[in-house]
């Protein structure tokens, strides 16, 4: 090879001068792989990476850093505007909810009460007596049906019992009862043994003596005054109250009645001849 045709040798560009440097061949791919080391002419070669140029648009931009507290002041919405209340408006506030809260309280125990009173008031006016005319009320007896003292008693059916006008000497037999001044007495008719009709027999002796109230059911015997003598009941006659008017009629109250006892011939009322 001649002289001429040898490669004339490489300038190096001049320590700040305005040379331009050698243009590297741009690559619009991945770069390509060069040759294993130790080939090619000239010796060993040693590969340089070109790294890759983005194609397209510009990089984008990173968003700024900003504190925590910036940050929710620009996504969080701005807050309303909070209304001022003084010390005297809660206290009113206050004295106005406790009085909404007694008058619902007051009204509700006071309709409660209402009701309840209304329903005990209708319960005891279904079960008392009221203007009863028979038995359990008020008999009128008129004074010709009222007997002579000494006489046998009178039957007064509407009211279920007999009507007896004791001598001072009647009512009691060989220590039974208390002896009374005589006067009326109205005995309920039901024997308190088990309830049976007790009739007066006349007709019937006991002790020698006739006339008595005896049981039909289990033999009770008892006196004119309703003291029991002989026989299974565990006490005398029931009695009622008797109240004499001034015209000599009487007003016999079936509803009051008492329980038989020893003392029943004390119990008469005394009656004008």
């Not at 070669?45 to 929710?72: D, H, I, K, M």
């Amino acid at each position: 090879m001649s002289p001429d045709e040898r490669e004339p040798p490489a300038q190096e560009p001049e320590a700040g001068g305005g040379g331009e440097a050698p243009q590297v061949p741009a690559t619009t791919g991945p770069a390509e792989a060069a040759p294993p080391a130790g080939t090619g002419e000239g010796g060993p070669q040693q590969l340089v990476p070109v790294p890759p140029t983005p194609s397209g648009a510009a990089r984008p931009q990173r968003a700024p850093f900003l504190p925590g507290a910036e940050r929710a002041a620009i996504t969080e919405e701005p807050g309303r505007e909070r209304a001022i209340v003084t010390r005297a408006q809660r206290r009113r506030q206050r004295r106005m909810e406790l009085t909404r809260r007694q008058l619902l309280q007051t009204s509700f125990w006071g309709v409660f009460f209402l009701g309840l009173t209304g329903s005990v008031s209708a319960f005891l006016a279904f079960f008392w007596p009221r203007g009863l005319t028979g038995f359990g009320g008020k008999i009128a007896v008129a004074a010709d049906l009222v007997p002579e003292p000494g006489d046998d008693p009178a039957r007064i059916t509407v009211g279920k019992f007999w009507l007896s006008n004791l001598r001072p000497d009647e009512g009691t037999h060989a220590g039974f009862g208390e002896e009374g001044g005589g006067g009326l007495l109205a005995l309920w008719w039901k024997c308190p043994h088990l309830g049976c009709t007790v009739p007066w027999r006349s007709d019937f002796a006991f002790d020698a003596i006739s006339g008595w109230f005896r049981c039909p059911c289990h033999g009770s015997t008892y006196t004119k005054a309703g003291v029991r003598v002989f026989g299974p009941a565990p006490r005398p006659m029931d009695t009622m109250d008797v109240t004499v008017n001034e015209d000599g009629s009487l007003s016999v109250n079936t509803g009051v009645i008492t329980k038989g006892g020893a003392d029943n011939p004390t119990r008469a009322k005394p009656y004008p001849i």
